[in-house]
């Protein structure tokens, strides 16, 4: 990452953690999953539906998909490099990262892949509130990390207009 994305990163970070009013409603909400979850947009209509303001990276014009750039969805860890540095991964990473920064929640939806994880444990890192919508499927240990555990779009909804910790 250059120490001009760094620095911005940086920058927009502090901005947000002091902004007055931070946690007041709407909400600002990152949703993590992967580009082929069928579930995505219903969830994205029902946090708007509900008012909130949702970071869609589908509906970005920094968005693509991973055979645009490298050919395929499975290549080689070299190719994968590469891949990072070119200039529309450069661009839709620092657009789904300024997306991650001003959010008050996040919500990984499953299923998912690793970059949506990766997005939920910054989140949580970064102590925001986090929901992870469940799918059916194996069962992970660390999903209990989250503010929230839920198994329908509606306890996702519920959960977010509340502030306490449900599981």
Aim: proline share 4%.
């Amino acid at each position: 990452m250059t120490a001009t994305v760094l620095a911005l990163l940086q920058s927009a970070a502090s901005a947000i953690v002091n902004a007055p009013n931070r946690h007041a409603r709407p909400l600002r909400v990152y949703v993590a999953s992967s580009v082929r979850n069928e579930r995505f947009e219903a969830v994205v209509a029902a946090l708007r539906g509900a008012g909130h303001f949702v970071h869609d990276f589908r509906a970005e014009p920094t968005f693509f998909t991973w055979p645009e750039l490298v050919g395929s969805d499975a290549c080689r860890a070299s190719e994968q490099r590469i891949g990072l540095s070119h200039p529309r991964a450069q661009r839709a990473f620092l657009a789904d990262m300024t997306g991650l920064l001003e959010a008050d929640a996040c919500v990984l939806v499953l299923p998912a892949g690793s970059s949506s994880h990766v997005e939920l444990g910054f989140a949580v890192g970064a102590g925001k509130r986090t929901i992870v919508l469940l799918a059916d499927g194996r069962p992970e240990l660390m999903y209990a990390m989250a503010t929230s555990v839920c198994t329908t779009i509606e306890e996702v909804v519920r959960a977010l207009a509340t502030r306490g910790v449900a599981r």
